[in-house]
């Protein structure tokens, strides 16, 4: 215990590490802000929308691609990296920007929210987690402190802790288990990371699943740790959208405002618009591009299905006055052709398209932040934009769900 209240006496680490955040505009209206991430692997400028790299790749586009869709950060599994290729064979590498030819910011996450979505037969205690592969069955064991040593070899700029992803729903005893459980491994984190000296910075992760009080609870204690960031998990996990705005609304005000706030695993343009006015300066999420491979492409009026018939004969770009690699050299026609007729090509400029539309959005937010029209423009896109029903999502993961047991 002595050691634990050493850690929340230190100061942000600042010696080893090229990690900075300053604000550099706050709404007056709401809790939106606009602000600069250092890394040593270049600047963020948030709000910031992060492309998801699952397998050390942003499905079906280079890293040229990403660059040329505006980029800043992307973020990578740990729990997919770490079964696949290794993270052993990753530092032999030089680590993750080497190995895969993206010399920006990563973020990696723990691993903990895919070991309670995808590892079977799991096995929680105070140690850690032991799990079996997905994919061969081959039995694992995640704690802290091993989490820590794989993020290491792993080598993205920002890294997350092991923490427990409460399920949905779930009583307030076993949320309030998980995340007293998931403190104690975020201060096991803490203590580990020093063994490495690294550049990495290691963010905490607030936890509480939906209920208020914990959410506080966890905010003011992980905001009190000397983590130089946050991140917060356990939402976008099959509640209604209303459910996690509401809940944001008692967490960010216990955090503390020098520190970026991530919010895990979420991120449809609706999201993202209404997120920022919440506190959130990070945000991740597989959506765009995933939802751009099964057709689902982004517009200011939401989202169209680019098979449909309609844009058979249509001349016209996919989104007036996009500035994607899609949109300006190809008609709505030709992308819908390739979708129809399942061709490669499609993947890559479905996705561009998405990732330009989700990384144009952040850069707006942040321009309205900075001329003090951050509530007007939130307004004006939730007015045009019709976002897609509870219910089409709902039939969506099953979807998908049951695409992935295949
Ligand atoms: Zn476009």
């Known amino acids: 215990m002595d050691a634990l209240r050493n850690v929340q006496r230190t100061e942000p680490q600042k010696s080893m590490s090229s990690f900075s955040f300053t604000v550099e505009a706050e709404c007056s209206e709401s809790w939106a802000r606009a602000g600069t991430i250092q890394t040593a692997h270049g600047k963020i400028q948030t709000p910031i929308f992060m492309p998801v790299g699952t397998q050390a790749t942003v499905k079906s586009v280079t890293p040229e691609e990403l ?19 290794g993270s052993r064979l990753v530092a032999e590498f030089g680590g993750l920007q080497h190995f895969m030819h993206w010399d920006g910011p990563i973020l990696t996450d723990s691993g903990g929210f895919q070991v309670f979505s995808l590892g079977h037969l799991r096995k929680l205690s105070e140690d850690g987690v032991a799990f079996k592969s997905h994919l061969d069955g081959s039995a694992h064991l995640l704690t802290p402190e091993n989490v820590m040593q794989i993020e290491n070899e792993l080598g993205a700029d920002i890294i997350l802790p092991l923490d427990i992803c409460a399920a949905y729903p779930c009583t307030y005893d076993a949320a309030k288990e998980a995340m007293e459980r998931t403190h104690r491994w975020e201060e ?5 990371k020093e063994d490495y000296q690294s550049e990495q910075t290691l963010f905490g992760i607030v936890q509480g699943a939906f209920e208020p009080e914990l959410r506080q609870q966890s905010a003011r204690f992980i905001g009190s740790m000397p983590f130089p960031g946050v991140s917060i998990g356990g939402l976008s996990v099959g509640e209604p959208k209303l459910e996690m705005w509401d809940l ?56 169209i299905n680019i098979k449909s018939a309609r844009y058979r004969t249509e001349h016209g770009v996919i989104e007036e006055d996009c500035d994607c690699y899609t949109c300006r050299n190809y008609s709505a026609a030709y992308v819908h052709h390739l979708a129809r007729t399942g061709e490669q090509l499609y993947y890559r400029l ?25 509530p007007a423009f939130r307004d004006n896109f939730l007015e045009l934009y019709t976002p897609t029903s509870e219910q089409v999502r709902e039939n969506q993961r099953k979807k998908w769900k049951a695409a992935r047991l295949q």
Not at 67 to 85: D, E, S, V
Not at 188 to 192: D, K, P, S, T
């Open 350 to 374: 479905g996705t561009i398209h998405n990732l330009r539309f989700m990384l144009r959005l952040a850069g707006q937010l942040r321009a309205a932040i900075i001329a003090g029209l951050y």
């Open 188 to 192: 096991r984190a803490w203590i580990a």
């Open 67 to 85: 660059r040329g869709a505006g980029a800043a950060i992307i973020l990578a599994n740990t729990y997919h990296l770490m079964l696949r290729p």
């Open 248 to 303: 944001l609304k008692y967490v960010t005000p216990e955090l503390p405002k020098g520190k970026p706030r991530h919010l895990l695993g979420v991120g449809s343009p609706e999201d993202l618009v209404i997120g920022v006015g919440l506190g959130i300066d990070m945000f991740d999420c597989v959506l765009p591009t995933r939802v751009a491979r099964h057709g689902g492409l982004f517009t200011r009026y939401g989202r």
